[in-house]
């Protein structure tokens, strides 16, 4: 398992505290970050692929901790996926509203700089970075997708309509029976939970400290929200699948194409479910895409395009509508093609042309005014050079000014 207690992870962070940023061994690359108004600590997997997006853990450290002791105590439990940490250092014990620039330096930092899914962030505190975590969460708006907080309250500046707007993502929620939070938490819980928001709560017989057996619960809890977070995109396939010949499998086709390509920090399971859901979603695109092959080589050109219009209509934005619309491009170069899709346009609109000069006529013939002012505009908004419209035109300027 990624994540698990090893000597050289903890020798990476000693290292790094000790001044040599990311020089350290078998384990993580860990780096101290300056900014205008602090600096953090953050942790990426060893050989970090910068096309992959990893889950994030952003962990505010206590009063009686520092930002590379909670990044230590993170680093050491166990983890199923591959995580990117990071843990900003407040200016004082604890946190207070003077560090929110940095916190908010931190967030467009990692932004421009980090590969994370954006889709799989936790938002996690201890004691007084518990409280800061609600208060990012709730007051700030911070771009977390889950929260974890342990031995600490809800801050009173925390209202239910804060909550009810960010009631969407999930908190993990954890203080001791023996902590000096106990009751204070119970009073959020009511809060929280009438405000909609969804809470697991841990209640271990523990005082005000820092628990691995409650941190490896909150770890194994952002596991099953990040494998939750993955099984929502594969049932949108499912329903894709199943939805019959009006729905449109190219958005279910792209994100499990996008998924795919993030082999590496997703569960192996949830990918092998999503490489037999996106052969399935191909298959008729790919039918599709034989069958316009075919007709080139019968030297049928405009079949085909229609077809491989079709599959693009279908398909976008997924691979199975590029290589549609490349075939299509690929064809309407041809000289001979283009010429016949050029008499075909041509016909196409002289057709609706006079559709719509029908209209216009059937319109009129029915005392219906409006309506054949109407087809008139569209005529000769569309099809201006067409022969019915120097009769719409005409009819047109008659009609000005007459109503039903």
Known sequence: MFGAVTACWLAALGAAVAGEAGAAVDGPSIERVELPHGFYWQATPKEMDPQTRYPLIVCLHGTETRASDLLEFWLSLEAELPLIFVAPQGSNAGWRDTDLPLLSELTDRIAGTLPYDAE???LTGHSAG????FHLLYVEGFPATAAAVTANYLPPTVTAEMVARRRDVPLFYAVGEADLNRARMRQGLYLLRGAGASVTVQRPPIGHVLSREIGQAAMDWFAS???DTVERRLDEA???????????PGPAAASLEDLLGQRRAHFPDQIASAEELLARLRQSGYLALTEARDLMQEQMPIEARDVLLDVERRYRPSSVAAEAKRLRIELETRPRVAQQLAARDQADARRKAADLWRAAQVALADARVEDAKRHCRNLLAI???SAPAAD???VLRELEGVSD
């Not at 518990?130 to 975590?133: D, L, N, P, Q, V």
């Not at 499912?238 to 449109?248: F, I, K, P, Q, W």
């Open 120 to 122: 799989r962030v936790l």
């Open 130 to 133: 518990g409280a800061m975590t």
């Open 225 to 227: 929200v990040c494998r």
């Open 238 to 248: 499912r329903v894709a699948l199943v939805g019959g010949s009006e729905r449109y």
């Open 383 to 385: 099809y201006p050079d």
């Open 392 to 394: 719409a035109r005409r």
